[in-house]
């Protein structure tokens, strides 16, 4: 086909045209990645911004804004990319003005129904000289120094936690053999990564048997002369474990659930019985499990106990601690974790009560040895005697989060965290003395920790429940005015309280009741706030009171 001549000018022109738009668009971009003087200026302005967005969020009283999320989904309906580059300004204040105007305020004071807090102020420059610095932590040749600093940060805790001898940290702490702890994205990934430590020992590699990593779960089982597997606790662990049963092959049935007492304390006697018939019925028992904080109530196992009766059955012995674990800091409260230090694995998270951001979790080992189980190399990334710290975990690539644990624990210290952890768990009964005395409210049982569980009395059925008198239907209407409680409370955003099911026996059986729940980490959370958030309780119950038929 050939062009007429009045055709051709116009060819000519789209094509310097298109090729000015690429020329643009190069400088754009590049411009993004350069360490001039420029860049700079770009990045100093973005830091403005973002600063102002900052300050502005974190200076806000309410812990949420009344927008409905039906409104909020439709803000966020694109599904193209951009063909252009995007205006720095225009971009960050579509930012601001749907994103950040409308994210929980989770360092509010009235904040108190989840296990997110506030963050001490070294966190945000701590961030930014994190992402500056783009360190991968999976191996060496991009995490140089950061990969010994994350070694002594997870030798600190991990001596908190077992107290061995100066020789014991001296041999191990920067032993490429060696692994003391295990930092992951969360509690998730680090009672993952101590399962499957538990089962590849337990399944090892054995004569000409080359072991579950290599064989498979039903050929280990075969070889070693198992009929299944299970993995044993309390019912209220936490649901990462009905992820670990189905991610290992045995499947969540195997998930032996044990019954709490009316402390949310596993039955010792019902665990050790489900031990005897595992073993009876030739089941491996990959691991006993104790909870030292479950997620609903903050309820701590006798670890102590769970301890003698995994090393009578010899089994692995795993503590979930990702939200109790940092009573160890409290003089005052560490004796409540006794048999911790007893455990073959322990999952502490940063992101909760060490109050470092979200993404911080961690598995310590009481064996150095033991995470040898799951190592595994790459030519091109992971190679045997390495301190690519990679090698011995569930994840590969991942950002340098070392740096806020090893900032927290200097920064913090000790006693730092001590008075945190006291306060805390002082706040939380402070909230319990006045719920009960206050006749709108119920607390369902005394805190083991800094969690708190009660529930909300509509005023005809108060008197029922101080007489214990309630019917099994009264107290299905209780149920249903917490959750509309609770909900609508959330919607207004003054203040925060999350809500759980709680197992209780009345009426002589076991039935689920609706409880609020109340967590009391947040350390810019005074006396006067824990009374706001319950007389706010009060004023909302008292507005949707007309709409309720008791």
Request: aromatic share 8%; proline share 3%.
């Amino acid at each position: 086909m050939t062009l007429s001549k009045q055709e051709m000018p116009n060819q000519s022109y789209l094509f310097e045209t298109e090729q000015a738009l690429n020329c643009e668009i190069e400088e754009q971009v590049m411009q993004l990645f350069a360490s001039s003087s420029q860049a700079s200026s770009i990045e100093e302005e973005i830091d403005e911004i973002t600063n102002n967005f900052s300050q502005s969020f974190l200076s806000k009283s309410d812990p949420n804004t009344d927008i409905k999320l039906d409104s909020l989904v439709s803000n966020f309906s694109q599904s193209q990319i951009p063909i252009q580059p995007a205006n720095f300004e225009s971009y960050l204040k579509y930012l601001g003005n749907n994103v950040v105007a409308h994210s929980i305020h989770t360092s509010s004071p009235q904040f108190i129904g989840h296990m997110t807090s506030a963050l001490p102020c070294f966190v945000r420059p701590v961030a930014k000289l994190m992402t500056a610095m783009n360190q991968n932590a999976v191996k060496i040749e991009t995490a140089k120094a950061l990969s010994f600093c994350e070694r002594e940060a997870l030798a600190m805790l991990h001596r908190l936690i077992y107290n061995f001898s100066d020789s014991f940290y001296a041999q191990h702490i920067q032993n490429n053999l060696s692994t003391l702890g295990i930092l992951v994205s969360g509690g998730t990934v680090a009672n993952i990564t101590a399962l499957w430590c538990a089962r590849n020992a337990a399944l090892g590699a054995k004569d000409e048997f080359g072991g579950v990593e290599k064989e498979g779960l039903a050929a280990a089982l075969d070889f070693y002369g198992y009929k299944g597997a299970v993995i044993i606790g309390s019912e209220l662990m936490h649901f990462s474990f009905d992820k670990a049963a189905d991610l290992m092959g045995i499947g969540t049935h195997r998930l032996i659930k044990i019954p709490t007492d009316s402390n949310n304390r596993v039955d010792i006697q019902a665990l050790r019985q489900a031990v005897v018939e595992s073993r009876a019925q030739n089941l491996l028992i990959i691991s006993v499990v104790g909870v030292a904080g479950t997620t609903d109530s903050g309820g701590v196992d006798s670890l102590f106990e769970i301890a003698e009766i995994a090393q009578e059955a010899n089994v692995h012995f795993h503590v979930d601690a990702a939200w109790g674990g940092p009573l160890i800091f409290s003089q005052q409260h560490r004796h409540k974790l006794a048999g911790i230090e007893q455990a073959d694995s322990v999952t502490i998270d940063g992101h909760k009560q060490l109050y470092l951001p979200m993404g911080i979790g961690m598995v310590f080992f009481r064996d150095p040895h033991k995470a040898g189980a799951i190592e595994k190399q790459a030519s091109y990334t992971i190679r045997k005697g390495s301190f690519d710290l990679g090698k011995r975990a569930l994840e590969g690539s991942r950002p340098g989060m070392a740096l806020f644990l090893h900032a927290g624990l200097n920064l913090i210290g000790l006693k730092g965290y001590e008075f945190l952890i006291d306060e805390g768990i002082r706040k939380t009964q402070y909230m319990a003395d006045r719920i009960c005395t206050k006749p709108e409210f119920e607390l369902l049982e005394e805190p083991d920790t800094n969690l708190l569980l009660y529930r909300y009395i509509p005023e005809p059925l108060r008197e029922l429940v101080d007489k214990k008198q309630l019917t099994e239907t009264e107290n299905k209407l209780i149920d249903e005015f917490n959750e509309r409680l609770q909900k609508t409370q959330r919607q207004i955003g003054r203040t925060f309280i999350s809500r759980t099911t709680k197992t209780t026996t009345r009426f002589g059986k076991e039935i689920p009741i609706i409880a609020l729940r109340a967590v009391l980490a947040n350390p810019l959370t005074t006396e006067e706030d824990i009374d706001a958030v319950l007389n706010d309780q009060i004023q909302i119950a008292s507005e949707i009171a007309w709409h309720f038929d008791c």
